[in-house]
């Protein structure tokens, strides 16, 4: 996987009851035992998400306005597109971090293969160190199995980005890439939509996003074929996303599936992306916990000792900055 995964990525994060944390010290790549391996569907359909039952509705349905809070425990429904825009200005407000499950399968629209990856994704949100220097919007995602075809193979491939460096390891071969994608000094946010190697449209103005694509609100089940993927977005909202200047974007469509988490926080559940060539790749996050403490090294983009790789430093590209792990993986065959 080299160069767009997280810019599908377009977000999830919902604590929903009990949620246990997540290691992200290499972990089994078999699947969990009270999981069934996931079988391989037919092109059309979208890949199967672990069941999860969607919140429950409480108070009076209330219609919320771009510039209205809604009270603590009152469910919430957005009348517009731009209306769930301005929420999401201020979603990551007092979040910490995030972990959670990762779910990315992408359809290759002219050879009709597919491929499915799990793994793990740690995000820690802009902050300030202990040492009083800010820190910057950083994350980690760990993919610890593949399947390609009906083939199931145990295959390692991790990414960390840290605000500037971008270092995608294949421990199994002993192997790195870093990249530099950020110039000294200058400050990016990996999530904004179109630009960002991870985009979680989160915490991002609206105006900047409409300036860009054209939003519309949908019903949160269209579009959405699987059932499990049906519960998994239930009782929350669907956005979809056009460019208005398709030559210049690599998305002909994004969207994006947003529910509250157990204590009305409104973060994203479920991506999905039309890149040009006609790719169709969707992420869902799962079994997520909010404001875990973030072990020492995790976010650490130094080459690996013993690892044999090469490193790129910054080169300023012709338009945009170069995206990052996921929307565009390699085949089965090598990186």
Known sequence: MTLLVAKLLAGWIAAMGSLAPISLAPISIEPPKDEPKPAVQPAPTQPSAPTENPPPATGTTKVVQPAETPKPGEPLKFASAEALLTALETADKGMKSLSSEILYDRLFELEGDRQTRKGTLLFRNASVGADGKPLPRAFAIRFDWMQAGERLEKRANWYVFDGQWLLETW??????????????????????????????????????????????????????????????????????????????????????????????????????????????????????????????????????????GEVEEFRRPANKPEAAPGANPPKAGGE
Not at 244 to 255: A, I, L
């Open 171 to 308: 421990p199994d071969e002993k192997r790195f890439k870093r990249r530099q994608l950020v110039a000294p000094g200058e400050v990016f946010d990996p999530l904004k939509i179109g630009e960002g190697p991870l985009p979680i449209p989160i915490g991002q103005k609206k105006d900047d996003i409409l300036a860009r694509y054209t939003a519309e609100l949908l019903d949160a089940a269209d579009g959405v074929e699987d059932d499990t993927q049906k519960q998994l977005v239930a009782s929350g909202w669907q956005l979809k996303l056009i460019p208005k200047n398709p030559e210049n974007d690599e998305f002909r469509e994004v969207r994006l599936w947003y529910r509250p988490d157990a204590g009305g926080r409104l973060l994203p559940r479920m991506a999905r992306t039309i890149v040009r060539s006609g790719d169709i790749s969707t992420v869902v996050l799962t079994s997520v916990k909010l404001d875990v403490d973030i072990p020492e090294g995790v976010l650490d983009t130094k080459p690996p000792q013993g690892f044999d």
